[in-house]
């Protein structure tokens, strides 16, 4: 009898669920919203007058002298052929020799460039390995007199089959792959 009792009690909820459920809808007028704007978006014009500001204005100018987005800091040299020639003659690390720090540049060089160059920058990553791309040339290359210019400069920028890491390096982090780069070529032609 004790049992019975149980399955009674839990059917008898379960029956009061469902009618409440379906008394509490009533066709002849719409259902209560939750978080209405979510369904039906206030319309705003662009550039109108909003409470949001201070002042009431349009919108709210940056301050004088940012730059947007982040750190970015614009790269005044070309992506052409002449801009590569002349980063390669003319672009210097902004880094003095206490700024140089392989512990920064090594792991973002293994991340971005190793599985193609190798991490030891003898053109042998894992991808070449694989055979999923072929002709990454070694930094010790004869016929590539690499500098530190044109490093920066195919990093930004990219080169050939290889695109560019601007978005994903920062401006330090690319000096510091930079350098660590003429580390291992440096290591390379010993």
Not at 23 to 39: A, D, G, V
Request: aromatic share 12%; glycine share 10%; net charge negative.
């Amino acid at each position: 009898m004790h049992i019975n009792m149980k399955i009674v009690t839990k059917y008898i909820v379960v029956l009061v669920m469902v009618v409440g459920l379906v008394s509490c809808q009533k066709n002849s007028r719409p259902n209560y919203q939750y978080m209405p704007n979510m369904y039906e978006s206030v319309g705003y014009e662009t550039y109108q007058e909003s409470d949001v500001f201070a002042n009431g204005v349009e919108a709210q100018l940056p301050a004088e002298g940012t730059i947007p987005r982040g750190d970015f800091m614009p790269f005044e040299i070309e992506n052409t052929n002449e801009g590569y020639l002349y980063a390669k003659e003319n672009l210097k690390s902004p880094l003095d020799s206490t700024q140089v720090d392989y512990a920064i540049g090594g792991p973002l060089y293994n991340i971005y460039c190793g599985i193609c160059h190798g991490n030891k920058g003898n053109g042998k990553g894992k991808l070449v390995d694989r055979e999923k791309i072929l002709g990454v040339p070694s930094y010790d290359d004869a016929g590539r007199a690499i500098t530190t210019g044109s490093i920066y400069h195919v990093l930004y920028y990219g080169k050939n089959t290889m695109g560019s890491y601007a978005n994903q390096l920062n401006e330090q982090e690319r000096w510091q792959v930079v350098a660590y780069v003429e580390k291992l070529k440096a290591d390379l032609e010993k």
